[in-house]
């Protein structure tokens, strides 16, 4: 009888332990939500693809975005939201994307529970995403990699207990957030191995969801396929900033020791304990992370996001060590203190906004200028935008003093979150580090702002020709 009270009060203290948990993570994501507002893309470019085209779904646009970069659930998830909004709300869709963020948390908690049946095992998953400082960081954008971790973390929980069909479905909508969901089926047919009739059936109800999450790629086939593989492409060719960096083995491995700080072994421990047992939620824990990350090493865009599926499962696999639950907690406090102090810079006023204002009040309207990737909308202003540089990219022509002259550019608006990525693989990348050269050297600056005391984001100039 003792130790049934005993057991009850355990659970009973972890179950106010996940409530904290979502307390504190929902308060480390409110904070800073604001950052970069009323501009959709200056926390995350991909915010300014995903929030109007929610907006439009209701305004009028009917159900078919027309773009297939992404596939549409996120946008079908925000567009009600959207509806009483006389314009693009940014901070409404932040909101939704805090709250699907908490669904991860949650979800992380269920398949740590599911996976190896002690509650301490949700507790270490929960917190372990909680923490990561690239959900969190990712949770204040409404973007679409929270949403696929949610999913993923839905679909692995469903899975490691045998429920193939739900872990299916799940699958197929983790799917709908982000095309990368599609390596759920691989522990999809861990767990079901053998029972082929089962695997079959999950394998069309993943893709069923998925379908039915984003209808309309049936309808534009060829467009969807032909943009979801070149933003593949994309990523496996590269990006500006990663010119330099690390192969993509040790590159991924760093940006997750940035997410989880010393947890991150032993999550790596917890994984060669599930190689060695090989229970089946062993098994299909582990089968998502090697063929997820074996895909990141294919990449050469070493984007932090991308390691944000691996996160749940990796929390499981921390937590299926039940002795070692309360080292991997008191590790977690590493990425917990770097994580409040990401937020914090959230909490200042964006570079880029003070720019926008200073532009406002000393270029005159109608004046032709021409941006970098990353600046403000400049409402008012004919505004010619620069071309992101990238490795196999074709130089953008409009990077020339004397074109733009000719086109009657007048102001040209730079800043250091390209410029810095360009001069730092000047190699890689001469005639672009040519044009910034020569408009410090040809062109007169008449403003200049960078991050320090209350603002935070890139240096930002103006420089009139």
Request: glycine letters at 8%.
């Amino acid at each position: 009888m003792a130790d049934e009270q005993a057991g009850s009060r355990w659970g009973s203290g972890l179950g106010a332990a996940l409530v904290a948990i979502l307390a504190g993570a929902a308060a480390l994501r409110f904070v800073g939500i604001q950052y970069g507002l009323p501009f959709g893309n200056l926390l995350n470019p991909d915010e300014q693809s995903i929030v109007p085209r929610a907006w439009k779904l209701v305004h009028g646009g009917g159900g078919d975005p027309h773009w297939f970069d992404y596939p549409s659930l996120l946008m079908y998830v925000n567009a009600p939201f959207q509806l009483w909004q006389d314009e693009p709300s940014y901070l409404t869709a932040r909101i939704v994307g805090v709250t699907l963020a908490l669904g991860a948390i949650a979800a992380s908690w269920w398949l740590g529970r599911r996976a190896y049946g002690t509650a301490s095992a949700g507790l270490v998953a929960a917190s372990v995403v909680a923490v990561c400082t690239i959900h969190v960081a990712y949770s204040h954008a409404a973007v679409t990699d929270v949403p696929l971790t949610l999913g993923v973390a839905a679909s692995l929980a469903l899975l490691v207990r045998g429920r193939l069909e739900l872990g299916g479905l799940a699958a197929g909508l983790a799917m709908g957030f982000k095309y990368p969901g599609v390596f759920l089926l691989v522990p999809l047919v861990v767990a079901g191995w053998k029972q082929w009739r089962r695997v079959a059936v999950s394998v069309a109800l993943a893709l069923v969801a998925f379908l039915a999450s984003s209808p309309f790629i049936l309808v534009h086939r060829h467009q969807a396929i032909h943009e979801a593989f070149r933003v593949q492409r994309l990523a496996r060719e590269g990006w500006l900033g990663f010119e330099h960096d690390h192969i993509a083995p040790i590159a991924f491995t760093g940006r997750l020791w940035e997410g989880l700080g010393p947890a991150l072994i032993l999550c790596g421990v917890g994984l060669v304990f599930a190689l060695i047992h090989r229970n089946r939620a062993d098994l299909v824990l582990s089968s998502f992370v090697i063929v997820y990350f074996a895909d990141l090493l294919t990449l050469s865009a070493h984007f932090d996001r991308y390691v944000l599926p691996l996160v749940p499962a990796l929390g499981a696999l921390a937590g299926r060590m039940r002795s070692l639950a309360p080292v991997t907690l008191l590790l977690l406090v590493v990425p917990l203190t770097w994580s409040v102090r990401d937020t914090k810079e959230l909490t200042r006023t964006d570079t880029r906004v003070v720019a926008a204002r200073w532009v406002e009040q000393h270029v005159s309207r109608e004046t032709r200028i021409a941006a970098d990737p990353s600046t403000p909308n400049f409402a008012g202003l004919r505004v010619l935008p620069l071309r992101l540089p990238g490795p196999k990219r074709d130089f953008d022509p409009n990077r020339d003093i004397a074109h733009l002259r000719k086109l009657g550019v007048r102001d040209v608006v730079v800043t250091g979150a390209v410029t810095d990525r360009v001069l730092a693989a000047r190699d890689r990348y001469p005639r672009e580090a040519r044009f910034y050269d020569e408009l410090k050297a040809r062109a007169k600056r008449v403003y200049y702002v960078e991050p320090g005391g209350n603002l935070a984001g890139p240096w930002v100039a103006v420089y009139r020709l």
